[in-house]
């Protein structure tokens, strides 16, 4: 897996694009960068799953870890492109009512704090 940074926009919104299966053994390294990113008063995070074939209970849990964090400094994180295999998995674990789900990145702009 593959995970890359980029800012949109001078309102402290950038999207993590992540590429490859999204499983435990990239745990730490997803953790990491949306910690890091999350800490340095970034308000809206977007996670870009356009290139995320597979995802596994941990790293939902990354995700989810990364949302409160985010939601306790008034910040957000969004999903983008959850791809149909993945989009099983959110909805099976009720995932999909906590996060917003949208498909590009111009489609998120209301949800942006």
């Known amino acids: 897996m593959t995970i890359r940074t980029e800012p949109i926009n001078e309102d402290c919104v950038l999207v993590v694009t992540l590429d490859g299966r999204f499983d435990a053994s990239h745990t730490d390294a997803a953790n990491e960068t949306l910690k890091r990113v999350i800490d340095a008063n970034v308000s809206t995070?977007?996670?870009?799953?356009?290139?995320?074939?597979?995802?596994?209970?941990?790293e939902l849990?990354?995700?989810v870890s990364s949302l409160k964090r985010a939601r306790s400094t008034g910040g957000n994180v969004?999903?983008?492109?959850?791809?149909?295999?993945?989009?099983?998995?959110?909805?099976?674990t009720m995932r999909d009512q906590v996060f917003t789900i949208h498909p590009t990145v111009q489609s998120a702009p209301d949800d942006r704090v």
């Open 45 to 58: 995070v977007i996670v870009d799953l356009t290139q995320v074939p597979f995802i596994d209970s941990a």
């Open 61 to 63: 849990s990354t995700l």
């Open 78 to 92: 969004l999903l983008l492109g959850v791809q149909p295999q993945t989009r099983t998995v959110f909805k099976l």
